[in-house]
Protein backbone atom coordinates (compact mmCIF):
# COMPACT_ATOMS: atom_id res chain seq x y z
CA UNK A 1 0.00 0.00 0.00
CA UNK A 2 1.24 3.23 -0.90
CA UNK A 3 1.71 6.13 2.17
CA UNK A 4 1.75 9.73 1.86
CA UNK A 5 2.56 9.88 5.61
CA UNK A 6 6.61 8.99 5.67
CA UNK A 7 7.29 12.26 3.92
CA UNK A 8 9.98 14.24 5.85
CA UNK A 9 11.38 17.71 5.15
CA UNK A 10 14.53 16.58 4.19
CA UNK A 11 12.29 14.63 0.99
CA UNK A 12 10.40 17.32 0.62
CA UNK A 13 13.07 19.46 -0.08
CA UNK A 14 14.83 16.99 -2.34
CA UNK A 15 11.74 16.23 -4.25
CA UNK A 16 11.20 19.49 -4.99
CA UNK A 17 14.34 20.59 -6.58
CA UNK A 18 14.26 17.44 -8.50
CA UNK A 19 11.43 18.31 -10.85
CA UNK A 20 12.07 21.56 -10.84
CA UNK A 21 13.41 21.54 -14.29
CA UNK A 22 10.28 19.39 -15.57
CA UNK A 23 8.42 22.52 -14.22
CA UNK A 24 10.22 24.93 -15.73
CA UNK A 25 9.00 23.40 -19.12
CA UNK A 26 5.56 23.06 -18.32
CA UNK A 27 5.79 26.85 -17.56
CA UNK A 28 7.59 28.28 -20.42
CA UNK A 29 4.70 25.67 -22.54
CA UNK A 30 1.90 27.77 -20.90
CA UNK A 31 3.00 31.35 -21.23
CA UNK A 32 2.68 32.66 -18.16
CA UNK A 33 3.15 36.33 -17.84
CA UNK A 34 2.68 39.62 -16.10
CA UNK A 35 -1.25 39.56 -14.19
CA UNK A 36 -2.09 36.14 -14.64
CA UNK A 37 -3.87 34.22 -11.91
CA UNK A 38 -1.96 30.71 -11.66
CA UNK A 39 -3.23 27.61 -10.05
CA UNK A 40 -0.61 25.15 -8.88
CA UNK A 41 -1.73 21.89 -7.97
CA UNK A 42 0.89 19.74 -5.90
CA UNK A 43 3.31 22.11 -5.44
CA UNK A 44 5.68 20.70 -2.92
CA UNK A 45 7.92 23.05 -1.17
CA UNK A 46 7.35 26.16 -3.91
CA UNK A 47 10.40 26.47 -5.65
CA UNK A 48 8.44 26.49 -9.34
CA UNK A 49 5.41 28.47 -7.59
CA UNK A 50 7.68 31.19 -6.19
CA UNK A 51 9.31 30.99 -9.70
CA UNK A 52 5.81 31.83 -11.26
CA UNK A 53 5.09 34.19 -8.70
CA UNK A 54 8.37 36.42 -10.03
CA UNK A 55 6.91 35.70 -13.33
CA UNK A 56 3.27 37.36 -12.97
CA UNK A 57 4.19 40.15 -10.44
CA UNK A 58 1.95 42.06 -8.35
CA UNK A 59 -1.03 42.29 -10.80
CA UNK A 60 -1.30 38.60 -10.66
CA UNK A 61 -1.80 35.78 -8.10
CA UNK A 62 -0.64 31.90 -7.15
CA UNK A 63 -2.35 29.75 -5.32
CA UNK A 64 -0.73 26.43 -4.92
CA UNK A 65 -2.06 24.05 -2.58
CA UNK A 66 -0.55 20.09 -1.95
CA UNK A 67 -1.86 17.40 0.42
CA UNK A 68 1.34 16.84 2.34
CA UNK A 69 1.55 19.61 5.01
CA UNK A 70 5.22 19.32 5.69
CA UNK A 71 5.68 20.38 1.78
CA UNK A 72 3.33 23.78 2.29
CA UNK A 73 4.90 24.68 5.56
CA UNK A 74 8.30 24.78 3.37
CA UNK A 75 6.49 26.86 0.48
CA UNK A 76 4.86 29.49 3.19
CA UNK A 77 8.00 30.16 4.63
CA UNK A 78 10.03 30.87 1.56
CA UNK A 79 7.73 32.35 -1.21
CA UNK A 80 6.62 36.07 -2.45
CA UNK A 81 3.15 37.44 -0.90
CA UNK A 82 1.50 36.78 -4.06
CA UNK A 83 1.83 33.45 -3.89
CA UNK A 84 -0.85 31.50 -1.39
CA UNK A 85 0.04 27.92 -0.54
CA UNK A 86 -2.58 25.67 1.50
CA UNK A 87 -3.12 21.69 1.78
CA UNK A 88 -5.46 20.22 -0.70
CA UNK A 89 -5.59 17.85 -3.52
CA UNK A 90 -6.33 17.91 -7.46
CA UNK A 91 -9.02 15.97 -6.67
CA UNK A 92 -11.43 18.26 -4.93
CA UNK A 93 -10.90 21.98 -5.97
CA UNK A 94 -14.76 23.13 -4.48
CA UNK A 95 -12.30 25.73 -2.34
CA UNK A 96 -12.27 27.91 -5.13
CA UNK A 97 -14.65 29.56 -7.97
CA UNK A 98 -15.45 28.52 -11.16
CA UNK A 99 -13.55 30.22 -13.79
CA UNK A 100 -10.84 32.18 -11.88
CA UNK A 101 -7.80 31.15 -12.63
CA UNK A 102 -6.04 31.53 -16.42
CA UNK A 103 -3.56 29.05 -16.15
CA UNK A 104 -3.27 25.84 -14.08
CA UNK A 105 -0.02 23.60 -13.78
CA UNK A 106 0.02 19.91 -12.98
CA UNK A 107 4.20 18.88 -12.42
CA UNK A 108 4.50 15.34 -11.78
CA UNK A 109 1.52 15.35 -10.03
CA UNK A 110 -1.10 13.14 -12.13
CA UNK A 111 0.44 10.06 -11.39
CA UNK A 112 -0.79 10.49 -7.71
CA UNK A 113 -4.14 10.90 -8.34
CA UNK A 114 -6.74 7.56 -8.08
CA UNK A 115 -9.49 9.44 -10.17
CA UNK A 116 -7.68 11.24 -12.96
CA UNK A 117 -10.67 12.13 -14.86
CA UNK A 118 -12.14 14.01 -11.86
CA UNK A 119 -9.26 16.19 -11.15
CA UNK A 120 -9.21 16.93 -14.85
CA UNK A 121 -12.88 18.07 -14.23
CA UNK A 122 -12.32 20.08 -11.30
CA UNK A 123 -9.60 21.75 -13.67
CA UNK A 124 -11.34 22.72 -16.36
CA UNK A 125 -14.43 24.22 -14.06
CA UNK A 126 -11.63 26.51 -12.23
CA UNK A 127 -10.36 27.57 -15.32
CA UNK A 128 -11.75 30.87 -17.20
CA UNK A 129 -13.12 29.43 -20.76
CA UNK A 130 -9.52 29.68 -22.95
CA UNK A 131 -8.05 29.10 -19.93
CA UNK A 132 -5.02 26.63 -20.31
CA UNK A 133 -3.76 23.47 -18.64
CA UNK A 134 0.37 21.90 -18.44
CA UNK A 135 1.12 18.93 -16.90
CA UNK A 136 3.88 16.34 -17.23
CA UNK A 137 2.78 12.59 -15.97
CA UNK A 138 4.46 9.58 -15.89
CA UNK A 139 4.21 6.99 -19.13
CA UNK A 140 3.16 4.01 -18.64
CA UNK A 141 3.82 2.45 -21.42
CA UNK A 142 7.94 3.22 -20.16
CA UNK A 143 9.15 3.17 -16.56
CA UNK A 144 11.82 5.05 -15.47
CA UNK A 145 15.36 3.62 -16.95
CA UNK A 146 16.36 4.03 -12.66
CA UNK A 147 13.26 2.23 -11.71
CA UNK A 148 13.21 -0.55 -13.89
CA UNK A 149 17.12 -1.35 -12.79
CA UNK A 150 16.08 -1.10 -9.05
CA UNK A 151 13.16 -3.19 -9.28
CA UNK A 152 15.65 -5.93 -10.96
CA UNK A 153 17.93 -5.18 -8.29
CA UNK A 154 15.32 -5.19 -5.29
CA UNK A 155 14.18 -9.26 -7.16
CA UNK A 156 18.07 -10.56 -6.03
CA UNK A 157 17.09 -9.39 -2.28
CA UNK A 158 16.57 -12.64 0.08
CA UNK A 159 13.32 -11.86 1.54
CA UNK A 160 11.79 -9.47 -0.23
CA UNK A 161 8.00 -9.97 -1.77
CA UNK A 162 7.94 -7.99 -4.81
CA UNK A 163 4.11 -7.75 -4.77
CA UNK A 164 4.34 -5.79 -1.63
CA UNK A 165 7.02 -3.29 -3.35
CA UNK A 166 5.21 -0.16 -3.60
CA UNK A 167 5.16 0.81 -7.27
CA UNK A 168 7.51 4.12 -7.58
CA UNK A 169 4.06 6.28 -8.73
CA UNK A 170 1.29 4.57 -8.59
CA UNK A 171 -1.26 6.29 -11.45
CA UNK A 172 1.34 5.79 -14.16
CA UNK A 173 -0.87 7.04 -17.54
CA UNK A 174 -1.05 6.06 -21.28
CA UNK A 175 -0.39 7.90 -23.99
CA UNK A 176 -4.03 7.40 -25.12
CA UNK A 177 -5.47 7.48 -22.57
CA UNK A 178 -4.62 10.81 -20.99
CA UNK A 179 -5.59 12.66 -24.63
CA UNK A 180 -9.00 10.71 -24.12
CA UNK A 181 -9.42 12.16 -21.09
CA UNK A 182 -7.92 15.64 -21.59
CA UNK A 183 -10.65 15.86 -24.67
CA UNK A 184 -13.74 14.79 -22.09
CA UNK A 185 -12.70 17.45 -19.78
CA UNK A 186 -13.84 20.03 -21.97
CA UNK A 187 -10.47 21.05 -23.07
CA UNK A 188 -11.00 21.99 -27.30
CA UNK A 189 -7.25 21.34 -27.99
CA UNK A 190 -4.15 19.83 -26.44
CA UNK A 191 -0.19 19.28 -27.81
CA UNK A 192 0.82 15.47 -25.94
CA UNK A 193 4.51 14.89 -26.33
CA UNK A 194 6.52 12.38 -25.49
CA UNK A 195 10.20 13.34 -23.41
CA UNK A 196 13.15 11.58 -22.59
CA UNK A 197 14.83 13.90 -19.60
CA UNK A 198 18.15 12.55 -18.87
CA UNK A 199 19.44 12.56 -15.31
CA UNK A 200 23.20 12.74 -13.65
CA UNK A 201 23.82 11.31 -10.47
CA UNK A 202 26.99 11.66 -8.46
CA UNK A 203 26.88 8.18 -6.51
CA UNK A 204 25.12 5.28 -6.24
CA UNK A 205 23.34 6.45 -2.52
CA UNK A 206 22.27 9.59 -4.62
CA UNK A 207 20.30 7.05 -7.28
CA UNK A 208 18.80 5.70 -4.21
CA UNK A 209 18.04 8.47 -2.61
CA UNK A 210 16.39 9.70 -5.90
CA UNK A 211 14.04 6.91 -5.92
CA UNK A 212 13.32 7.64 -2.19
CA UNK A 213 12.28 11.22 -2.68
CA UNK A 214 10.26 10.61 -5.57
CA UNK A 215 8.57 7.80 -3.96
CA UNK A 216 7.76 10.01 -0.44
CA UNK A 217 9.79 7.75 1.30
CA UNK A 218 7.72 4.70 0.71
CA UNK A 219 10.59 3.16 -0.87
CA UNK A 220 12.94 0.45 0.71
CA UNK A 221 10.81 1.19 4.18
CA UNK A 222 11.29 -2.44 4.53
CA UNK A 223 14.56 -3.30 4.18
CA UNK A 224 16.69 -4.29 6.87
CA UNK A 225 20.79 -4.00 7.47
CA UNK A 226 21.52 -7.08 5.31
CA UNK A 227 18.67 -6.65 2.51
CA UNK A 228 20.05 -2.49 1.92
CA UNK A 229 23.18 -3.84 1.44
CA UNK A 230 22.21 -6.58 -0.82
CA UNK A 231 20.32 -4.08 -2.56
CA UNK A 232 23.35 -1.91 -2.92
CA UNK A 233 25.72 -4.25 -4.18
CA UNK A 234 23.04 -5.46 -6.85
CA UNK A 235 22.58 -1.95 -7.94
CA UNK A 236 25.85 -1.03 -8.14
CA UNK A 237 26.38 -3.81 -10.66
CA UNK A 238 23.95 -2.60 -12.83
CA UNK A 239 24.55 0.83 -12.93
CA UNK A 240 28.69 0.44 -13.67
CA UNK A 241 28.18 0.45 -17.63
CA UNK A 242 26.23 3.80 -17.13
CA UNK A 243 28.57 5.50 -15.11
CA UNK A 244 30.05 8.61 -17.25
CA UNK A 245 32.22 11.31 -16.66
CA UNK A 246 29.47 13.55 -15.62
CA UNK A 247 27.89 10.51 -13.49
CA UNK A 248 25.45 8.13 -13.44
CA UNK A 249 23.33 8.68 -16.52
CA UNK A 250 19.79 7.76 -16.46
CA UNK A 251 16.83 7.97 -18.38
CA UNK A 252 13.24 9.55 -17.12
CA UNK A 253 10.21 9.17 -19.09
CA UNK A 254 7.58 11.98 -18.99
CA UNK A 255 4.30 13.08 -21.19
CA UNK A 256 3.93 16.44 -21.12
CA UNK A 257 0.76 18.07 -22.41
CA UNK A 258 -0.87 21.60 -22.71
CA UNK A 259 -4.62 21.77 -23.39
CA UNK A 260 -7.20 24.91 -24.04
CA UNK A 261 -10.23 25.20 -22.07
CA UNK A 262 -13.68 25.57 -24.26
CA UNK A 263 -16.09 25.58 -22.46
Request: proline content about 4%.
Amino acid sequence: MFSLTLNQPDLAQQHDDIRHEDGLRLIRALGVSQGHKVLDIGCGSGRLSEHVAHIVGAGGEVVGIDPLPLRVAIAARRCPSVFKASVGSGDDLSRFESGYFDLACLNNVLHWSGDQAKALNEVTRVLRKNGRLGLSVANRARPDQRVRLLMEALSRVEGVDMSRVPPDVPHAVAWRSLSAMINQAGFSSHTLSDEVLVDYHATLDDVLAFNLNSAFGNFLQGLDEDQYEQLRQAVAEKLAPLTTPKGIRLERYLIFAVANRHR
